[in-house]
């Protein structure tokens, strides 16, 4: 069976890691390709950073920082602090000596003439990760931040103003030009399930659905396609996915998130949803909406649970007649 995973960042990367465990538990021959958000990606210090790839990358290597979510383990910090006395990065945003090694590695690539695909590709090649990660778009397409002091990269306003700052909007600089990457399509159209990760559903999930034809792709398939609530009992899991809802009209709740993505039946995106047995009564709602609705345990602590989690997700899939 052929796995597809939609998503980026910390808690993708964390239910990929549950669906590698699975998958490894099983020992069938599934695979597992991840569509990866790029909207996060920014230019600094003429480096190409790609903050939800990376976080994927490094947590599948096993060579992850996992209490921040992002960036290496046994990291160290001599360059960021020149470059931060050069001022060619701010000092509220720090490259660590190992990951700069990446960012400067695929900076060198995309010079080179490489695709973000290849990028990825060749990034991968020095790691068994058990899956294969695809740009949604090769294209730029940065997020940037609508707020009353102006147009923001997402970086800044989600690491230097903490998504504090009132956002009114979040657009993909770029997004009309951009197409689905030849592995993203092939990854969703040739799909025996299409999976979405309990990631951001607005500067995560957003861009990979702004992405033009990809949401063709996805009501082509003619695989079931399950999302994971990222929201458990009202709150976000870990993040700033609140702020993003709260900014596109969209309550803070497992429900809201699922009728934001829209039941298939109806031109949205989802067959089935998994909430938090906290969050069961949002399953009856969602079911007359055609979203078939699992009330499962969603919090991710370890191995255990994380491939539990990617085995409920799998279950209900393939409960779901297409
Ligand atoms: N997040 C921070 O809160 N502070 C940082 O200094 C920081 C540096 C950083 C460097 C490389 C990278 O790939 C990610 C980094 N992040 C940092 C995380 C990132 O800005 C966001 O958390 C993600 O983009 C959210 O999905």
Redesign the pocket.
């Known amino acids: 069976m052929r796995i597809t995973v939609i998503g980026?960042?910390?808690g993708c990367a964390r239910f990929v890691l549950g669906l590698r465990e699975h998958v490894r538990r099983t020992g069938s021959d599934d695979t597992i390709d991840v569509v990866v958000n790029t909207g996060?990606d920014w230019w600094l210090s003429g480096l190409r950073?790609?903050?939800?790839h990376?976080?994927l990358l490094y947590a599948l290597a096993g060579v992850n920082d996992t209490e921040?979510?992002?960036?290496r383990a046994g990291e160290s910090e001599r360059v960021a602090a020149e470059l931060a006395a050069w001022g060619t990065v701010p000092d509220?945003?720090?490259?660590?000596d190992l990951?700069l090694g990446t960012h400067i590695a695929r900076t060198a690539w995309l010079r080179a003439g490489a695709s973000v695909s290849e990028v990825y590709a060749r990034l991968g090649s020095r790691w068994p990760l058990g899956a294969t990660l695809h740009p949604a778009t090769d294209a730029e397409i940065d997020t940037h931040v609508d707020t009353d002091d102006g147009s923001m990269h997402?970086?800044e306003w989600?690491?230097r103003h903490r998504s504090a700052l009132p956002a009114r909007g979040f657009t993909q600089r770029g997004i009309e030009l951009a197409a689905p990457s030849a592995g993203a399509r092939d990854a969703i159209a040739n799909a025996d399930v299409v999976l979405f990760a309990p990631s951001?559903p607005v500067?995560?999930i957003g861009p990979v659905l702004a992405v033009p034809g990809i949401r063709d792709l996805l009501s082509d398939s003619r695989a079931p396609i399950v999302g994971v609530s990222g929201i458990i009992d009202g709150s976000v899991v870990r993040?700033m996915a609140d702020a993003c809802l709260t900014a596109i009209g969209v309550e803070t709740s497992a429900r809201a998130v699922a009728e934001h993505y829209g039941a298939r039946a109806s031109g949205g995106i989802l067959d089935g949803w998994l909430v938090d047995e906290t969050d069961v009564a949002a399953a009856d709602p969602l079911r007359a909406l055609g979203i078939t609705t699992r009330a499962v345990p969603l919090w991710m602590r370890d191995a255990d649970s994380s491939a539990q989690l990617a085995r409920d997700a799998l279950a209900l899939a393939s409960g779901i007649a297409r």
């Not at 921040?68 to 960036?71: A, I, L, M, N, T």
């Not at 509220?92 to 660590?96: A, E, N």
Request: glycine share 22%.
């Open positions: 980026g960042g910390v996060d950073i790609a903050p939800d990376d976080s921040r979510g992002w960036g509220w945003f720090t490259l660590g990951d997402f970086q989600w690491v951001n500067v995560s993040g």
